[in-house]
């Protein structure tokens, strides 16, 4: 059943066929939707102990690439034994981020790629949107003044009361819309880490990406490499299309694993922290630069500090062609060009 959002009414119905099901007739449905109806207040069975739930991001580089290595179990292992990738040189980075990973954009011209992102957002912003939220009045204009404000946002903090108080709405309507705009898979929400698993959602300020880097331009009009490379966000969608990756090859990574930020009270700020075999710690961040020097290690190696045994090794994704190994004091440090994740370069100009 596709587009399952638009029919909840069936889940009762699924659920009761679901219990008379014998052992071997397991799998009789299969929901895809492009949706998550079961997060929604407008459904009240989620079918706990019914289904197994999946989620599909767009494509990956790697899987545009044909490339087989998955990112996350090669972070894990420590697994880079080749000495250099291919280069890839800021216009194909800009071009990569432009283009996002939706199949339908990968071979688009620039305007054949501006109008089918303009279609799928007043679809996902009129229909999909009331299938997960009852809205009133004039919602879509604030849907999509909100859409634009969250893509200049993209890999910063999340301040609900700035957001709020820049676009002139509630905050629980800000909240809400946001929450929305989640179960669409329009934006992700990133926790900020704490030892303490706790306190992980309850305390610390969110970081903020948009799951597709094409769908940020086009919300932000930018449409050319050049035009990219010149603003003010080539960096910020830069880190978004790495922890866009990442979700991507965490879904299908070996062992499970969770992303967070880090961010001290000292402002040092790790972009990325990701966590495997219960506590083992990842920090990993992202420089738009294609050299590096020792003082770009600082954050991380105060990352380590903090963790002590549970600090696994730090990673900086940079923009040069080399893959690199350090060493601080006790820890373990490797720097991997972006290019890692894939031949970047099989993109429409």
């Known amino acids: 059943m596709d587009e399952f959002q638009y029919v909840p009414e069936l889940i009762p119905a699924i659920k009761q066929a679901s219990d008379n099901l014998k052992m071997g007739e397991k799998g009789r449905f299969l929901l895809t939707g492009s949706a998550d109806i079961f997060r929604s207040a407008r459904t009240q069975e989620a079918l706990p102990g019914h289904m197994a739930r999946l989620e599909l991001y767009p494509l990956s580089i790697a899987e545009i690439s044909s490339s087989r290595r998955n990112l996350v179990d090669c972070l894990i292992a ?32 620039m305007r054949a790629r501006g109008i089918w992102f303009q279609s799928y957002l007043e679809g996902r912003l009129f229909k999909d949107f009331e299938s997960l939220h009852s809205a009133r009045g004039d919602y879509y204009s604030k849907l999509r003044a909100l859409s634009s404000y969250l893509a200049g946002l993209s890999s910063g903090l999340l301040k609900y009361a700035t957001l709020a108080r820049n676009l002139q ?12 705009l989640e179960w669409l898979y329009i934006v992700k929400r990133v926790p900020a880490y704490r030892k303490n698993r706790g306190k992980r959602i309850a305390t610390g300020m969110p970081k903020l990406h948009l799951v597709d880097t094409g769908l940020a331009c086009h919300l932000l009009r930018v449409n050319s490499p050049d035009q990219l490379l010149r603003s003010g966000h080539y960096g910020a969608l830069l880190e978004s299309l790495v922890y866009s990756e990442l979700i ?13 930020h880090f961010r001290d009270t000292n402002q040092r700020e790790v972009n990325l922290v990701l966590e495997h075999s219960g506590t083992k710690i990842i920090g990993i961040e992202v420089k738009a630069s294609s050299t590096l020097r020792a003082d770009d290690f600082r954050h991380l190696s105060r990352l380590a500090e903090l963790l002590g045994d549970d600090f696994d090794r730090g990673v900086i994704i940079y923009t040069g062609d080399k893959v ?22 099989a993109v429409q100009q």
Request: hydrophobic share 35%.
């Open 248 to 260: 991507k090859h965490a879904t299908h990574a070996s062992r499970p694993c969770d992303l967070f």
């Open 169 to 180: 709405i509630d905050d629980r309507l800000a909240r809400r819309y946001i929450n929305v």
């Open 78 to 109: 420590g697994d880079f034994r080749t000495a250099a990738e291919p280069s890839w040189s800021r216009e194909t980075i800009a071009q990569r981020i432009l283009v996002g990973g939706y199949p339908e954009t990968q071979q688009m011209s």
């Open 324 to 345: 690199l190994q350090f060493r601080f004091g006790q820890h373990r440090f490797l720097a991997l060009p972006i290019s890692i994740f894939g031949n970047g370069s």
